[in-house]
Nanobody, 118 residues
Framework: QVQLVESGGGLVQPGGSLRLSCAAS????????MDWYRQAPGKQRELVAG???????NYADSVKGRFTISRDNGKNTVYLQMNSLKPEDTAVYYC????????????WGQGTQVTVSS
């Protein structure tokens, strides 16, 4: 059974930081690219950051220079370090796993709420 379990969300003031974690189980982690998405109320889900199984990263323009995605293959975990948070970063953040060799194998976590407010 595949599980992606996100943690680390919460309430933070503007300018603050949070680190999200996504622990994967039931998959061969090294075969999967990992992405973070977010969805704000009334908006479509959007890609925030991604990291390939080889460690290459990409970011949405809105978070470049503020967010950093990383992975620990030994712990089957992907992280999203979020600095200089803004109110517009408020959303539910979701972890996504994509098998790079078999695209039909794609999984989502349950999401974690991030609220940036004073």
């Amino acid at each position: 059974q595949v599980q992606l379990v996100e943690s680390g969300g919460g309430l933070v003031q503007p300018g603050g930081s949070l680190r999200l974690s996504c622990a994967a189980s039931g998959i061969i982690f090294g075969l999967y690219a990992m992405d973070w998405y977010r969805q704000a109320p009334g908006k479509q889900r959007e890609l925030v950051a991604g990291i390939t199984n080889g460690g290459s990263t990409n970011y949405a323009d809105s978070v470049k220079g503020r967010f950093t995605i990383s992975r620990d293959n030994g712990k089957n975990t992907v992280y999203l370090q979020m600095n200089s948070l803004k109110p517009e970063d408020t959303a539910v953040y979701y972890c996504n796993a994509r098998n790079v060799f078999a695209v039909q194998y794609e999984y989502w976590g349950q999401g974690t709420q991030v609220t940036v407010s004073s």
